[in-house]
């Protein structure tokens, strides 16, 4: 089946992508630490974005599908990493949110992260021009693929706001992926769903974090997905929805919120490794 082949072969490349860059000579300048104390690699991050790319191109059932999974996936990892690696320059943390990093570009400065805003703006409108719409006007069209930019990039964002915990962002993904592994399309989710499913213990286990990288393109690719399945008022609810939970993520915290919410609170505990 499809469906199995395209979530295995997201999950082999993840696994081989993370013991790849876990053993490079230069892996050292991916350790951080995280917030329990404990060293892990920022490896993860590139392994779930080639292993969720692959795994949902291969699962795409045209061409133009399998090339918007790459755009979507594989631009947000890479500018997520850029982000990971460069952001984490003294000169670059001065610059805290939008906000920060329009101000730095005020100065002449271009940020890490202004950089990754722009990358994920790209990738989400390549993607969903790539997928296309299906109304017969070029107004209707064009609107649907500005809608479309709009659910990738801001599903991107989302899943990084909850990269904050270890397997959290993971765990968000695979829930919300879980319907759109169903009908139509369903194996090109399946390929994400596959590498985010193999590093998930990693991630419990706080020997990796997914970065940027990682939780932008987990995201992206799930947009993208959703996009590819809906039309205009599918888009309009999801972007909707994304950006309920980002504006809502300015004045609470998503953290408190799990923390004070027993059953959320089960959810993102479970099965990761107990503070030291």
């Given amino acids: 089946m499809a469906y199995l082949r395209s979530f295995g072969i997201g999950s082999s490349v993840a696994r081989a992508v993370l013991g790849w860059v876990r053993h490079d000579p230069k892996a050292g300048g991916l350790r951080r630490t995280n917030f329990h104390g404990r060293t892990v690699t920022l490896a993860g991050g590139p392994a779930l ?18 090339a918007a999974a790459v755009a979507a996936g594989a631009v947000s990892g890479a500018v997520g990493f850029y982000d990971d690696i460069v952001g984490n320059r003294p000169e670059q943390k001065a610059a805290k949110g939008f906000a920060g990093h329009l101000g730095a570009l005020r ?9 990754k805003i722009a990358g994920v703006g790209a990738a989400g409108l390549a993607a969903s021009a790539l997928i296309g719409s299906g109304r017969s006007t070029r107004a209707g069209r064009g609107f649907d693929v500005l809608l479309g930019a709009g659910v990738i990039a801001g599903a991107a964002n989302l ?3 909850l990269d904050l915990r270890p397997g959290r962002a993971i765990k968000a993904g695979l829930i919300a992926g879980a319907p ?26 706080e020997e990796i974090m997914l970065g940027d990288a990682g939780a932008n393109a987990l995201g992206a690719l799930l947009g993208a997905a959703l996009v590819a399945r809906s039309g205009t008022a599918g ?3 999801a972007l909707a929805a994304l950006a309920g939970l980002t504006a809502a993520s300015e004045k ?14 089960a959810i993102d505990e479970l099965g990761r490794r107990p503070p030291a």
């Fill in 252 to 265: 609470v915290s998503f953290t408190k919120v799990i923390q004070d919410t027993p059953w959320l609170r």
């Fill in 235 to 237: 888009r309009v609810a």
């Fill in 159 to 161: 899943l990084n706001l």
């Fill in 107 to 115: 100065e002449g400065r271009v940020t890490s992260g202004l950089v």
């Fill in 49 to 66: 974005a080639v292993g969720a790319t692959v795994g949902a191109a291969s699962g795409a059932p045209t061409g133009r599908l399998a």
């Fill in 180 to 205: 759109l592994a169903v009908g139509r399309n369903a194996s090109m989710t399946a390929g994400t769903l596959g590498a985010a499913t193999a590093l998930l213990p990693a991630d419990l286990g």
